[in-house]
């Protein structure tokens, strides 16, 4: 939904700054429309009052309502909640942008890879990494997500039916699910997938039947996140 088009000439946009869980007055048009622009992407905008018109599109907010005070409760996709008091003006139109201060002054906190910590060596580490991502059994901290094809080896015989990471703070474990389509019986070794990146490299059969499956485990440093994703 594309936000109205508003002429500001009269008025100038509103900057209203966060820095705890209190209610914030805002003043707001009492004729026109006034448009709030959230830090994050909001999931639900409502008001208990009847005067009061909520529509919502990405960020932004937009509200009209009639002559007496009201309230405004946004909540954002990642659970912030921020709520309103608003307060009818005589100006046109109202351009509010929330800045929330709790978030910047809110450091991130990771929690301790637990394999990381217990692993009483390197190489017992990667193992653990890898036998846990086979069973299922990593640790919350482990994000997964699927894949594009990205790394295509094309020297291989097989497809790949399907293509995940696991991503922690230190460590990545990429997973390939492949199967041989072919006529013939394929061998697979691993230095076919060494790209100079992996730490290890584990392949559940490495000989492979025409219509076999196997699986590929690549443990990886784990790649930075961009600022959307740990945002998120």
Do not use: C
């Amino acid at each position: 939904m594309a936000l109205p088009s508003l002429m500001w000439a009269q008025t100038s946009p509103q900057q209203v700054d966060v820095i705890d869980d209190r209610t914030i007055t805002v003043d707001v048009s009492r004729s026109g429309l006034t448009v709030f622009q959230l830090p994050e992407i909001v999931q639900k905008a409502v008001s208990s009052s009847r005067d009061v018109d909520v529509k919502f599109e990405g960020k932004y907010v937009m509200v009209t309502m009639g002559q007496k005070h009201a309230d405004l409760v946004a909540l954002t996709k990642s659970g912030q909640a921020y709520v309103f008091v608003l307060k009818p003006t005589d100006q046109a139109a109202a351009m509010i942008t929330v800045v929330d201060q709790r978030q910047h002054a809110r450091p991130k906190i990771h929690k301790p890879d637990p394999i990381v910590r217990e692993a009483s060596g390197y190489v017992e580490l990667l193992t653990t990494l890898v036998q846990r991502t086979a069973k299922g059994t990593l640790p919350v901290q482990y994000e997964q997500q699927s894949i594009q094809d990205q790394r295509q080896y094309p020297w291989l015989a097989l497809s790949i039916e399907d293509a995940q990471m696991f991503r922690g703070e230190q460590y990545q474990i990429v997973v390939y699910a492949l199967k041989n389509n072919t006529e013939n019986r394929q061998t697979m070794q691993e230095r076919e997938w060494n790209t100079g990146a992996q730490l290890a490299i584990a392949i559940q059969k490495e000989t492979i039947d025409p219509g076999e499956r196997t699986t590929v485990y690549l443990v990886e440093v784990a790649e930075p996140q961009s600022e959307d994703e740990s945002e998120s």
